[in-house]
C-alpha cells in the first residue's frame, strides 16, 4: 500500500473509532456516613486486654505516675510506659468499644463504653482486666461529629460509622460536580468536629496543668480537651448539655449521684484546686467544687460561638476559641480571663491565633495547640503581651492536645504522640514521636 | 511522559538542526501556520443520584492555532515540530508535536494532503483556581487537508482532522475528600485554515 493512502486509512480510523464526543470522568473517594445499629450485650463482651497495637486514630492523652494512656478514638486506649520519655514503650492495648475518655484512680481506670461506665484494673497494666461497671450511665453522645444514642428499652445503640466510597461521574469536562448531596457535606463537617467531639458523651478531664491543680489523690493528668475528671472520691463528667457525678469511693463500683445541667455544648472540664472549669460553646462556666458531691455554680463567662477548651494558672484562665468544627463560630482567639473574683470573670485581652485546640500551662509558659499550624509556646508573664513573647513554634505535625508535666511535654495529634523536653522553652527538645500507622483505606465503589 | 515526549521533540529538533550539515542540508525548510476551531460534545451526568441518573449534553467549540515548521524530507513528505495553542473550556493546552505534511495528490494547484501530529499537550500556561491543578496529556491530531496554490509557491490551506487531547483536573483534597481528579479526553473535529510555504 502507498504511504499516503495508508495515511489516509489511518485520518479515518479515529473518526470511526471515538467519534468527536468527549469523555469526561470525575473521580472521587469521599468519607460517607451510614447507621450502624449494636447490641449493648455485644459491646459489653467486647472489653477486652489485647496486644499492643499501632495508633491509628489517637484521641486523648492521659498519664499516671509512669504511664501513658491514648485513646484510640472509640476503640479503645493505648497502655504505654513512659518511664523513659526518649524510649516510650508501648505495654498493651484494651479493646473498649465507644471509648472516647478516660481517668484514673490508683489503680483502677474509668473508660466510657457507649453507655456505660467501665472500671478497668490496671494495677498490671499488661494484664489489665475489667473490675466493674456502671451499666447504663450515659445515653447519647458523639464520636468524630457523628452521634449514638442507647435505647435500654431494647439494649439497642444506634450509632453511625465513616467510610469511604469511591464514586466516578461523568462530566462536561470543566471540573463541575454533581451536588452530593447534604449527607456528603456531612462527612466534612463531622471530620472537622473530631478534635472536639470525639469522646462520647462523657468526657473526662483532669488538668493538663502542670502545678497545684487540687484533684483526687491518687488521680492521673488528662489533657485540656477531656471530658472526665476526678476530685477526691468523684469521676465528673461532662456530656453535651450536662455535667455528671459518680462516687468512686468504691474504686470498681462507680455509682452515679447526680447531674446538673448546664446547657447545650458542653465540651471540657478542667478541675483546679476546689474549682471546675467548664468549657462550653459559648462560654466558660466556674463551679465551686468545695464540697465535691455539691458541685455550686458561681458564674458564667461568655463568648462568641466556637469550641474552647481551658486551663487555670492562680487567678487566670486561658481559654482557645477555635473554628471549623461543630461548635460553629469563625473566630480562633486565645483568650486571657481575670477569674481574681470567680463570680465575675473578665476578659484581660484576647489575642488572635491560627486554629487553637488543646492548650497547657507551666508557668510561665503557655503551650498552645494550633492544628495543622503545628505547636506554639508563649511567656505569659505579661498578660498583656502573650502575642509579643511567643517562644517557640513547632511545625510540621498537627497538635490537638497536651499536657505538660514539669519539664516535659506530651503532645498528640493526627500524626501520633510527640514528646519534648521544654525545661528551656526556648529550645524545644524533642523525645520521642510515637506515630501514627494510617488505618487501610476501604473503599467502597458505587455500582 | 510528557518530560520523554518533551525531550524527543526537543532531540529531534537539535538533531535536524545538527544534520542539517548532512542528510538534511539543502532541505528546503517549510512552515504551515493554522488557525481554526475544535468541535464536538460532551455527554454528562446531571443528577447521579437520581433513579435513573439524569444525563445532559452540550456542544463545544474551541478556538486552536498552531504552527508546524519542518524540512522536506522528500518531494512530497515534510517532517517537522507542531507548536501549537487550544482554549478548550476550562483548559489552555500548548501542544508539542512531531509532525508529517504528506502530498497525496501533488499534481494540481488544488492538492490534497495528509497530516499527522503526535505529542504531549503541556499547560504551562493555564492559570489553575480554587486549589486545582491541571495536567496534560497524550494529544494525537491527524487529517486531511486541501492546499490551494501553485506546486513549490506559498499557498492557503483548509484542513479536517480530528484531534485527542488528554488531560487531567486534580482538584484538592481534605479528610473527608481522599482523592478527587478529572480525568479528561478532549476528541474533536479540528477545522483549520492557514498558510503553508
Same mark, same amino acid.
Given at each position: 500500500m502507498k504511504p499516503g493512502r495508508l495515511l489516509l486509512i489511518l485520518s479515518a480510523l479515529p473518526f470511526l473509532a471515538g467519534g468527536c464526543t468527549d469523555r469526561c470522568e470525575k473521580t472521587q473517594i469521599v468519607r460517607q456516613i451510614r447507621p450502624v445499629t449494636l447490641s449493648a450485650a455485644e459491646v459489653r463482651s467486647k472489653v477486652k486486654i489485647q496486644a499492643p497495637a499501632d495508633l491509628e486514630q489517637p484521641g486523648k492523652i492521659y498519664i499516671k505516675d509512669q504511664y501513658l494512656f491514648i485513646n484510640e478514638i472509640k476503640k479503645g486506649i493505648h497502655i504505654i510506659d513512659n518511664s523513659n520519655p526518649s524510649n516510650p514503650r508501648h505495654v498493651s492495648f484494651i479493646s473498649i468499644p465507644g471509648n472516647g475518655d478516660m481517668a484514673v484512680k490508683d489503680h483502677i481506670l474509668y473508660a466510657d463504653s457507649y453507655m456505660d461506665l467501665v472500671a478497668i484494673d490496671i494495677s498490671n497494666p499488661e494484664q489489665a482486666h475489667e473490675a466493674g461497671r456502671k451499666q447504663n450511665a450515659f445515653t447519647s453522645g458523639v464520636f468524630d461529629g457523628l452521634g449514638w444514642s442507647y435505647d435500654a428499652g431494647t439494649g439497642t445503640i444506634s450509632d453511625q460509622e465513616m467510610y469511604f466510597l469511591e464514586e466516578t461521574f461523568e462530566t462536561n469536562c470543566e471540573g463541575v460536580v454533581p451536588n452530593p448531596g447534604y449527607w456528603?457535606?456531612?462527612?466534612?463537617?463531622?471530620? #472537622?468536629?473530631?478534635?472536639?467531639?470525639?469522646?462520647?458523651?462523657?468526657?473526662?478531664?483532669?488538668?493538663?496543668?502542670?502545678?497545684?491543680?487540687?484533684?483526687?489523690?491518687?488521680?492521673?493528668?488528662?489533657?485540656?480537651?477531656?471530658?472526665?475528671?476526678?476530685?477526691?472520691?468523684?469521676? #465528673?463528667?461532662?456530656?453535651?448539655?450536662?455535667?455528671?457525678?459518680?462516687?468512686?469511693?468504691?474504686?470498681?463500683? $462507680?455509682?452515679?449521684?447526680?447531674?446538673?445541667?448546664?446547657?447545650?455544648?458542653?465540651?471540657?472540664?478542667? $478541675? #483546679?484546686?476546689?474549682?471546675?472549669f467548664i468549657g462550653t460553646s459559648t462560654g466558660m462556666h466556674i463551679f465551686d467544687n468545695s464540697t465535691p458531691s455539691e458541685p455550686?455554680?458561681?458564674?458564667?463567662?461568655?463568648?462568641?460561638?466556637?469550641?474552647? $477548651?481551658?486551663?487555670?494558672?492562680?487567678?487566670?484562665? #486561658?481559654?482557645?476559641?477555635?473554628?471549623?468544627?461543630?461548635?460553629?463560630?469563625?473566630?480562633?482567639?486565645?483568650?486571657?480571663?481575670?477569674?481574681?473574683?470567680?463570680a465575675n470573670p473578665q476578659l484581660v485581652k484576647a489575642y488572635e491565633m491560627q486554629n487553637p485546640a488543646g492548650l497547657s500551662i507551666n508557668y510561665p509558659t503557655l503551650f498552645v495547640c494550633e492544628g495543622e499550624y503545628g505547636l506554639k509556646g508563649f511567656d505569659v508573664s505579661d498578660k498583656f503581651a502573650v502575642d509579643k513573647n511567643m517562644l517557640f513554634h513547632e511545625k510540621g505535625m498537627e497538635a490537638y492536645d497536651i499536657i505538660s508535666m514539669d519539664d516535659n511535654v506530651m503532645m498528640i495529634g493526627k500524626d501520633g504522640l510527640y514528646q519534648y523536653n521544654a525545661s528551656d522553652p526556648k529550645n524545644l527538645r524533642?523525645?520521642?514521636?510515637?506515630p501514627v500507622r494510617a488505618p487501610a483505606v476501604i473503599t467502597e465503589k458505587k455500582e | 511522559m510528557r518530560t520523554l515526549i518533551l525531550g524527543l521533540v526537543l532531540c529531534c529538533f537539535s538533531g535536524a538542526q545538527l544534520s542539517a550539515q548532512g542528510f538534511l542540508e539543502g532541505r528546503p525548510f517549510t512552515n504551515h501556520t493554522e488557525v481554526g476551531g475544535l468541535f464536538g460534545n460532551v455527554e454528562y451526568v446531571t443528577n447521579p443520584y437520581g433513579t435513573p441518573k439524569t444525563y445532559g449534553r452540550q456542544n463545544k467549540t474551541n478556538l486552536t492555532i498552531q504552527t508546524f515548521n519542518g524540512l522536506m524530507l522528500t518531494s512530497r513528505l515534510a517532517g517537522g515540530v507542531t507548536l501549537g495553542v487550544d482554549w478548550f473550556n476550562d483548559a489552555l493546552i500548548n501542544p508539542i508535536a512531531l509532525g508529517a505534511r504528506y502530498d497525496l495528490i501533488s499534481r494540481y494547484n488544488a492538492r490534497l494532503f495528509g497530516t499527522l501530529d503526535a505529542g504531549y499537550g503541556f499547560t504551562w500556561f493555564y492559570k489553575n483556581l480554587n486549589g486545582n491543578k491541571l495536567n496534560g496529556g497524550l494529544m494525537l491530531n491527524p487529517g486531511i487537508g486541501w492546499r490551494l496554490g501553485k506546486p513549490g509557491n506559498a499557498g492557503f490551506t483548509i484542513a479536517i482532522t480530528y484531534k485527542r487531547q488528554e488531560a487531567i483536573m486534580k482538584m484538592p483534597v481534605d479528610r473527608a475528600i481522599l482523592r478527587q481528579e478529572e480525568a479528561r479526553q478532549y476528541n474533536r473535529l479540528a477545522v483549520r485554515v492557514g498558510i503553508v510555504f
Open positions: 456528603w457535606w456531612g462527612g466534612i463537617y463531622a471530620f #472537622y468536629g473530631t478534635a472536639y467531639l470525639s469522646s462520647s458523651i462523657t468526657g473526662s478531664s483532669s488538668s493538663s496543668y502542670s502545678g497545684s491543680t487540687a484533684q483526687s489523690a491518687g488521680a492521673g493528668t488528662g489533657g485540656s480537651m477531656a471530658r472526665f475528671t476526678l476530685y477526691d472520691d468523684y469521676l #465528673y463528667t461532662v456530656d453535651q448539655r450536662k455535667l455528671q457525678l459518680f462516687d468512686v469511693s468504691s474504686l470498681t463500683s $462507680p455509682a452515679f449521684v447526680k447531674d446538673i445541667d448546664l446547657g447545650w455544648g458542653v465540651e471540657t472540664i478542667f $478541675p #483546679y484546686r476546689d474549682k471546675l455550686k455554680h458561681l458564674s458564667e463567662f461568655r463568648h462568641i460561638r466556637a469550641c474552647d $477548651p481551658v486551663v487555670v494558672h492562680e487567678d487566670v484562665a #486561658y481559654v482557645t476559641l477555635r473554628s471549623g468544627n461543630v461548635c460553629g463560630g469563625s473566630v480562633n482567639r486565645l483568650e486571657v480571663v481575670d477569674i481574681s473574683n470567680l524533642k523525645l520521642s514521636h510515637i | -
